[in-house]
């Protein structure tokens, strides 16, 4: 079976300030990861993912994430936040060789203060 | 601009009452998802399918079933609407692989 955790349900940090959004998962194979971000009364929006590779991964809004093997992680950084970056994030990850489904963490609110 | 599009934003049931949630694809994906979301749970896999005519349960299937008679269609099935059944409804769909899942604006089901 595969899970995610998502230790923390807020966020809170200042406008222009770093943000990290914690994620831990399990799986019996390889691991693809994935964060997705949901502003108000709209779907899911793709981020960032890791399938394979540097384990520094960029995406969209200047994003970024590190896949650590060793501590089962992959966190969701950016190095300075923004107001309008405050939304609903959620990490989801697929075992490489198993169901083609995503599970999903429970999700992190992101609040940025001006 | 890829697309996934649910039928309605927002419905009102009530309880006993067949509902249908729709869902279109115009990317061509094989595989489609429906999750149900609730606060505090993420998101929680009904359905997928991975072909027409293939399905598949996912974690949470009771009460509901679904239907894929063409590639870029989707629907869930609410054989009996509860209130528990009360959420937002999200649609998806994705290529074999290693590709991203595309998501649908929702649909946020009050069952009375």
């Known amino acids: 079976a595969q899970s995610v955790a998502q230790p923390e349900d807020q966020v809170n940090v200042a406008e222009g300030n770093p943000l990290t959004v914690k994620c831990t998962y399990s799986v019996s194979g390889n691991p693809y990861l994935f964060w997705y971000v949901q502003y108000p009364n709209r779907g899911l929006q793709f981020l960032l993912k890791y399938i394979t590779g540097d384990n520094l991964v960029k995406g969209s809004y200047g994003f970024e994430a590190e896949f650590n093997k060793s501590q089962t992680s992959f966190h969701l950084k950016k190095p300075s936040a923004l107001v309008s970056d405050s939304a609903l994030y959620f990490c989801?990850?697929?075992?490489?060789?198993?169901?083609?489904?995503?599970?999903f963490g429970s999700g992190t609110r992101l609040q940025v203060q001006p | 601009d890829v697309k996934v599009t649910q039928s309605s934003r927002y419905l009102v049931k009530r309880t006993g009452e067949k509902v249908f949630l729709e869902c279109v694809q115009d990317?061509?994906?094989?595989?489609m998802f429906w999750y149900r979301q609730d606060p505090g749970l993420g998101l929680r896999l009904i359905y997928f399918?991975?072909?027409?005519?293939?399905?598949e349960k996912g974690d949470i299937p009771e009460g509901y079933s679904v239907s894929r008679e063409k590639k870029e269609r989707f629907s869930l099935i609410l054989e009996s609407a509860s209130t528990n059944q009360t959420s937002m409804y999200l649609c998806a769909s994705s290529r074999p692989g290693t590709g991203e899942s595309f998501f649908g604006q929702g649909t946020r089901l009050t069952v009375v």
């Open positions: 990317m061509d994906h094989e595989n």
């Open positions: 399918s991975y072909d027409v005519k293939m399905k």
């Open positions: 989801a990850v697929r075992d490489g060789g198993g169901r083609r489904a995503l599970t």
